[in-house]
């Protein structure tokens, strides 16, 4: 007989237009016991669960379902609700199992065969178990968890390879992650996507040292050079292909650690193939001069936070007439991007005026001592006068502006 797939939403009884909820909900649990009384003959399964019907329909899931491979199993209510041991332990083609705010019993011998791993929605995860459990998944290529938390228990923690991983998301407490990415080992070519999801208070200290972790972490998997990088206020995002969709590293920390992105995080990575960068976040002069302004690659900016940028590009500029432009900064850059100035303003303590003449400044030193910049973009930036936009026009190659999509004031 063919195999089957069951694809049951007991959370949308109005389907029967005809029929009470009640009376709907009969139908569909009606339905759900015929199609499980063939569960040994189900290849796929998706369940949506309200918690009312949640141990009536866990019921029918304790016989064996020999030819599962595909699970999927959602709990819609904002608590979450702990699943048995499925299918009395023997899915053994099980390759796929996906859950929504459950509870799994890592103790199931359930999971030895598994290749994509997804837990959204879940408490707080035990360390121990789940390493344990991980540690049979020998087959895994893709991991995805959103936990509340994962437990800080350091006993009898066991190190997990994982060969064939191809994905690691994990939404979780800084620290948990954190712990958990320390126990797995997985191939250089791991696309890694690390966000905080907890508001627990982190202290200064621990800030710190978790960040000096986390680069411990992310050098393991950047054997390959990175070419792009985007950075905003509360992480980082690295490609090592240009013309990837999914970056490599996609990392978040909270909001309170997020000096040590620029501190602690950027310092210590290597840059040496970087071909383009977009930075969302404020950094400071001396960040963008330790880590950008010398990259012998870097030939498109974007920057959407201009005084720590300025300030660099200015540290370069020669102090008397000279031939020699060894000195200018950012000089692979043929491309560069604002976007969100405000071109009138001017920075705290600064006397070398508004940005839009610091900006000019540098243009003309650009041209002056090496090749005028290829091409300028402005974004949505305000306070530009059309006699500014002829100036631009005339100290780099290409302005790309238009004053629809920019704010005028």
Same mark, same amino acid.
């Given at each position: ?25 009969? %139908? ?16 796929? +399964? ?11 329909? @866990?019921? +029918? ?32 083609? @099980? ?45 895994? %290529? ?14 009898? /923690?066991?190190?997990?390879? @994982? ?30 996507? +690390? ?78 193939? /970087? ?7 404020? /950094? ?10 010398? /990259? ?22 020669? %102090? ?7 000195? +200018? ?81």
């Amino acid at each position: 007989m063919a195999p089957l797939t069951v694809d049951a939403d007991l959370t949308q009884y109005y389907y029967f237009r005809n029929s009470s909820i009640s009376e709907g909900k009969e %139908k569909i649990m009606c339905m759900v016991k015929t199609a499980f009384s063939h569960v040994s003959r189900v290849r796929k +399964l998706r369940l949506k669960l309200r918690p009312a019907d949640f141990p009536d329909v @866990l019921a +029918l899931l304790a016989s064996p379902a020999p030819l599962l491979e595909h699970c999927d199993i959602i709990f819609a209510s904002a608590d979450q609700e702990a699943l048995p041991n499925l299918f009395n332990g023997i899915c053994p083609r @099980l390759t796929s199992l996906s859950t929504d705010r459950c509870i799994l019993n890592w103790q199931a011998p359930i999971f030895s065969n598994l290749q994509n791993l997804k837990i959204d929605s879940a408490g707080l995860v035990p360390m121990c178990q789940f390493l344990t459990a991980l540690s049979s998944m020998s087959y895994l %290529k893709s991991l995805e968890m959103s936990v509340t938390s994962i437990s800080n228990s350091d006993d009898h /923690l066991v190190h997990v390879e @994982l060969p064939h991983l191809v994905k690691l998301w994990l939404r979780a407490d800084f620290a948990g992650w954190m712990r958990l990415l320390e126990h797995i080992d997985a191939p250089n070519t791991t696309c890694l996507q +690390l966000h905080n999801n907890s508001r627990d208070h982190i202290d200064q200290t621990q800030q710190v040292a978790l960040a000096h972790r986390l680069v411990n972490q992310i050098s393991k998997y950047m054997l390959e050079p990175i070419r792009s990088m985007t950075i905003d206020g509360m992480g980082l995002k690295m490609w090592v292909a240009s013309s990837s969709e999914n970056p490599r590293f996609d990392i978040s920390v909270p909001y309170e650690a997020r000096e040590q992105i620029s501190k602690v995080i950027l310092p210590a990575l290597s840059y040496r193939e /970087l071909n383009s960068v977009t930075i969302g976040a404020s /950094l400071d002069a001396e960040t963008w001069l330790n880590c950008f302004a010398d /990259l012998e690659n870097l030939k498109e900016i974007e920057v959407h936070e201009g005084p720590g940028f300025l300030s660099a590009l200015e540290s370069g500029i020669p %102090k008397r007439a000279t031939k020699n432009c060894e000195a +200018l900064k950012f000089k692979a850059m043929n491309r560069l991007t604002i976007q969100g100035w405000n071109l009138t303003e001017c920075a705290p303590n600064q006397e070398n005026g508004s940005h839009m003449k610091r900006l000019k400044t540098f243009l003309r030193a650009r041209g002056k001592y090496a090749e005028p910049l290829d091409e300028l973009v402005v974004q949505r930036c305000r306070c530009l006068p059309n006699r500014e936009v002829e100036t631009l026009r005339k100290i780099v190659k290409v302005l790309d502006y238009d004053p629809t999509k920019n704010y005028r004031r």
